[in-house]
C-alpha cells in the first residue's frame, strides 16, 4: 500500500490531535524499534570486519596448525568446514529431495501426514542435540571417544534435510499441474515425468534451496564441538579421525589462546570473517542462480 | 486442488498402464525410492529420541553417588533446565516486541520501494553463524554493556532481577539473553511479517474509510488478524533460544546457581552450554549424564514447538 494513502484520505481537520499524536507517536516508535533491531546487524559486521582483518593473510589460508605453537593457519579447518559440509550435503540433497518428490507427488494418507508433521519437529531439533545423536550412533560401532569428519555430517545432516525439503517441496508446489497433465496426456509415465518435467522446471529453485540450506548449516559450532573434535593438523579424510573445521576453529582459538593472547584472538576474528563471508556469499549466489535460471511460469 | 491432483494422477497411471510393463517398473521404483526417503526420514527421526534415550538412561537410574559430583540425575538436570528457561525466556521478552515492531515497519510504515531490502537485512541477522555472535557478544556486547548494568543496580536493584552486584567483565545473564533476542528476533519477525501483510485489503481499508489514523488502523486489524500467528511465531523462536548453544557457552561464567538475578557475575548454565563446555573433556558415566540432559532438552523444545504448530494450524482451520 502506499504510505500517504491514508493520510490522503483522511480530512486533515477530522482528526483531533491527540488521535493525531497518537499516530505519530506509534510512527516514530515503530521506525525507532526497527532502527534498534538493526543496530547489532551493523555492529556485528562492522566489528566482525575490523577485528578480522588484521588476522587474514596468506598463512591463514594456507597453512594448517601443525607443531606450531601460537600460530600457523587455518589450511586445515578451511578444509575440514568443506568436507563436513559438504559430505553433509550428499547425504541430505538426495534424501530430502527425495522426500519432497514424494510429499508433492505421491504422498497420501497418514504417511504423508506423518512427515509433514515430523519433517516440522525436526526443524526444530537443536543443533547440540544432533550432535549428541550422531556421537550415541557412532559410539555404538566404535566405541567410546570417537571422533570423525563423517559423525559431523550426520549431525549436520539431521539439521540440513528438513532445511532441504521445506524449500524443495515449495518449489515443486508451485510447478504448475498442465504440465504434468500435458506429459500425461503424451502417455509420458509418471516416473519420467517427474525427472524430465517437473524436477527441470523447478532445477533452479531446487539449486538455490540447498545453497541457502547449506549456508544455513556450514557455520555450526555445537554439533561438530561433540562429533568431530578439535585438532590442529591437516585431515581431509573424513572417516579417519578427529577434523577441525572453521567454527571450532574459532571457539577454540577464543577459549584457549595461548601466551600470545591477541595473536589468538586475531585468528578467532579470522576465521569469523571467513565464515561470514563464504555464508554471505552462498546467500547472494543463491539469489543470483535463482533470478538468472528460473524457469518463468506461465 | 487435491482432487484434482488425483484425477490427474489416475490418469497418467492408467496411460502408463496400458502402455505396457516396463514403464510400470521404472515407477515402481521411483515411487518405492521417494517413499523410502520419506521412511528414512521418520527413521532418522525415531533415532534421534530412541539413541538418545538408550544412552542416557544409564545415567538417570545411577544412584547420586555413581555420578560425577555426587547430585542425583534430577539435582544435576534442574539448575540447568532453569538457567535454559530462564535464558530463552528473557531473550523471547526483549525479541518478541521489536520483531513485532520490525514487521509491522516493514510491512505497514516503510515505503514499499524499500520494504523488501528492509526485510532481507532483518533475514541476515539469521544468516549469521551462532559462533560469530558468541565472539561478539563476549567482545562487543559485553564490554558495552557493563554501564547499563550497573545502572540497573543501582536504580532498580529492588527487583530480583536487577539484584546485583553487577558484572564487571559483561558476562553475565543479562547480556547471553540479549544476544540470544538478537538471534531470534529474525525468526520471529520473518512469522510476523508475513501474516501482517496478509491482513485483508477490505478491513484495512475499511478502518481506513471510516477515518481510523494509520494506527488506529493497524491496532484494530493487523495486530488482531496476526495475533495468533505472532504467538506462534514466538514460541518457535523461543524453541530456538532453548536449544541455542555457542552464544551462551562463550558469554556466560557458570557456577550452577539458581537465581533469576540476571546482572550479576554468578549465573546458572543452560542445557546446551553445559553439554558443549563439558562433553569434549568427558568419558563413562559423565557422558551419559549430558546425553541424558540433551534428551531433557530435546523434550522442552519439542514441547514448545509442538505448541506453536498446534496454534497456527488451529489458526488455519478458522
Do not use: C
Amino acid at each position: 500500500m502506499a504510505p500517504g494513502a491514508e493520510r490522503r484520505l483522511l480530512l486533515p481537520g477530522s482528526i483531533g490531535w491527540s488521535r493525531r499524536a497518537k499516530d505519530r507517536l506509534a510512527t516514530v516508535v515503530i521506525g525507532s524499534a526497527f532502527g534498534l533491531a538493526m543496530v547489532p546487524l551493523i555492529s556485528l559486521l562492522y566489528e566482525v570486519a575490523k577485528r578480522g582483518i588484521p588476522g587474514l593473510s596468506v598463512e591463514f589460508f594456507t597453512e594448517s596448525a601443525r607443531g606450531v605453537i601460537n600460530g600457523g593457519g587455518a589450511a586445515h579447518a578451511i578444509v575440514g568446514t568443506l568436507v563436513i559440509t559438504g559430505v553433509a550435503a550428499l547425504i541430505s540433497v538426495p534424501i530430502g529431495i527425495m522426500a519432497a518428490i514424494y510429499l508433492t507427488e505421491y504422498g497420501s494418507g497418514k504417511l504423508r501426514r506423518a512427515l509433514t508433521f515430523f519433517v516440522d519437529v525436526m526443524t526444530g531439533i537443536p543443533s547440540i542435540v544432533a550432535g549428541l545423536f550422531a556421537y550415541a550412533l557412532f559410539e555404538i560401532f566404535f566405541g567410546p571417544g570417537i571422533r570423525l569428519g563423517v559423525m559431523g555430517s550426520v549431525a549436520l545432516s539431521v539439521l540440513m534435510i528438513p532445511i532441504v525439503i521445506r524449500s524443495a517441496e515449495e518449489v515443486l508446489k508451485i510447478v504448475p499441474n498442465h504440465l504434468r497433465e500435458a506429459a500425461y496426456a503424451l502417455g509420458t509415465p509418471k516416473w519420467r515425468t517427474i525427472t524430465r518435467i517437473v524436477l527441470p522446471t523447478a532445477f533452479a529453485g531446487l539449486v538455490t534451496g540447498v545453497m541457502l540450506a547449506t549456508a544455513r548449516i556450514i557455520g555450526e559450532t555445537a554439533p561438530l564441538l561433540v562429533t568431530t573434535g578439535v585438532i590442529d593438523s591437516m585431515n581431509s579424510n573424513p572417516f579417519d579421525g578427529r577434523m577441525q573445521n572453521l567454527a571450532v576453529y574459532a571457539y577454540n582459538e577464543y577459549r584457549s589462546p595461548g601466551v600470545m593472547k591477541q595473536a589468538s584472538y586475531d585468528r578467532a576474528w579470522a576465521a569469523a570473517l571467513t565464515l561470514i563471508a563464504i555464508v554471505m556469499i552462498l546467500n547472494l549466489a543463491a539469489r543470483l542462480v535463482y533470478r538468472r535460471y528460473k524457469t518463468e511460469i506461465r | 486442488m487435491a482432487a484434482e491432483v488425483d484425477i490427474t494422477t489416475n490418469a497418467g497411471q492408467l496411460l502408463a498402464a496400458a502402455s505396457g510393463g516396463r514403464r510400470r517398473v521404472g515407477d515402481r521404483v521411483f515411487s518405492n525410492l521417494a517413499t523410502a526417503a520419506g521412511v528414512t526420514i521418520l527413521a532418522l527421526l525415531a533415532g534421534v529420541a530412541i539413541f538418545l534415550f538408550v544412552k542416557g538412561l544409564p545415567a538417570v537410574t545411577a544412584s547420586a553417588s555413581e555420578l560425577p559430583g555426587g547430585k542425583s540425575f534430577i539435582d544435576y538436570a534442574a539448575p540447568l533446565a532453569f538457567g535454559t528457561v530462564l535464558a530463552a525466556a528473557f531473550a523471547a521478552l526483549v525479541a518478541v516486541p521489536l520483531a513485532v515492531a520490525a514487521a509491522l515497519f516493514i510491512t505497514h510504515v516503510a515505503p514499499p520501494r524499500i520494504a523488501l531490502t528492509l526485510g532481507y537485512l532483518v533475514d541476515l541477522l539469521a544468516a549469521i553463524p551462532s559462533i560469530v555472535y558468541g565472539l561478539w557478544g563476549i567482545f562487543v556486547l559485553g564490554p558495552a554493556t557493563v554501564p547499563a548494568m550497573k545502572w540497573l543496580e543501582e536504580n532498580l536493584g529492588f527487583i530480583p532481577f536487577f539484584e546485583g552486584p553487577a558484572s564487571t567483565t559483561g558476562r553475565a545473564m543479562f547480556v547471553a539473553g540479549l544476544v540470544l533476542a538478537v538471534m531470534i528476533l529474525p525468526i520471529v519477525s520473518a512469522v510476523a511479517r508475513e501474516v501482517f501483510a496478509q491482513t485483508p485489503r477490505k478491513l484495512q481499508e475499511g478502518a481506513q474509510a471510516l477515518g481510523a489514523t494509520r494506527w488506529e488502523m493497524i491496532r484494530m486489524t493487523v495486530l488482531p488478524f496476526g495475533k495468533s500467528s505472532v504467538i506462534s511465531g514466538a514460541m518457535l523462536g523461543l524453541g530456538r533460544a532453548l536449544g541455542e548453544t555457542m552464544a551462551v557457552t562463550i558469554i556466560l561464567s557458570v557456577s550452577g546457581v539458581v537465581t533469576f538475578n540476571l546482572i550479576s557475575q554468578a549465573n546458572p548454565s543452560t542445557i546446551a552450554a553445559n553439554i558443549a563446555l563439558d562433553f569434549p573433556e568427558s568419558s563413562g558415566i559423565a557422558i551419559n549424564l549430558l546425553i541424558a540432559t540433551g534428551l531433557v532438552l530435546f523434550a522442552i523444545t519439542l514441547v514448545t514447538n509442538l505448541a506453536a504448530r498446534a496454534i497456527i494450524s488451529r489458526q488455519n482451520i478458522e
